[in-house]
Nanobody, 112 residues
């Protein structure tokens, strides 16, 4: 089993920035697609961004141009740089590792 430990969530004003990080406990990380999902109150969990083992990225239309996903295979980590944050970005953000691995979730709250 793989543990995914997230950090970087918090409260920020609209227009501000946050950086989320996720560290995996196992080197299997480097062979697998990884990324971030989020779930807002009353809504279904949705894909935010993915990055393959080779560095190919996919973003939700709602975050393109504002969020950047990256990975460091030597450190078994994936990060999400979030700029120009909007109140609609408020959600619990979950780290994902291909297969069925999920982090515990970290709260991001953007105030207007």
């Amino acid at each position: 089993q793989v543990q995914l430990v997230e950090s970087g969530g918090g409260l920020v004003q609209a227009g501000g920035s946050l950086r989320l990080s996720c560290a995996a406990s196992d080197s299997i990380f480097r062979f697998t697609v990884t990324g971030w999902y989020r779930q807002a109150p009353g809504k279904q969990r949705e894909l935010v961004a993915l990055i393959t083992s080779g560095g190919r990225t996919t973003y939700a239309d709602s975050v393109k141009g504002r969020f950047t996903i990256s990975r460091d295979n030597a450190k078994n980590t994936v990060s999400l740089q979030m700029n120009s944050l909007k109140p609609e970005d408020t959600a619990v953000y979950y780290c994902y590792l291909g297969g069925s691995w999920w982090g515990q979730g970290t709260q991001v709250t953007v105030s207007s």
